[in-house]
Nanobody, 124 residues
Framework: QVQLIESGGGLVQAGGSLRLSCAAS????????MGWFRQAPGKDRDFVAG????????SYADSVNGRFTVSRDNAKNTVYLQMNSLKPEDTAIYYC?????????????????WGQGTQVAVSS
């Protein structure tokens, strides 16, 4: 059974940092891109960041570029999202996803497997 399990969410003050982790099990994901998405209440699930299968390419939403960093450890079948300089508008449920491709495309339809999400709340 394929599972993606996110962890590391929580409540943080504006300007603070959090590191999200996504541990995959059931199969290896080293040959596909991994992505992070987020969904705020009443809004769509939007692309945040992604990393290619070999970690040679990364992609970020404009709203987080320069503040967030995505990385992966294929030996551990784990992907990370380091979030710095957090803002209240970063508050959302953050989801990890495994792509059908080796490049991190932004449309959520290009992702095949999804985690259950982890809540991130940023207070002002």
């Amino acid at each position: 059974q394929v599972q993606l399990i996110e962890s590391g969410g929580g409540l943080v003050q504006a300007g603070g940092s959090l590191r999200l982790s996504c541990a995959a099990s059931g199969r290896t994901f080293s040959n596909v891109a991994m992505g992070w998405f987020r969904q705020a209440p009443g809004k769509d699930r939007d692309f945040v960041a992604g990393i290619s299968s070999g970690a040679s390419a990364t992609s970020y939403a404009d709203s987080v570029n320069g503040r967030f960093t995505v990385s992966r450890d294929n030996a551990k079948n784990t992907v990370y999202l380091q979030m710095n300089s957090l803002k209240p508008e970063d508050t959302a449920i953050y989801y990890c996803a495994a792509s059908r491709f080796d490049y991190p495309h932004t449309p959520k339809e290009t992702y095949e497997y999804w985690g259950q999400g982890t809540q991130v709340a940023v207070s002002s």
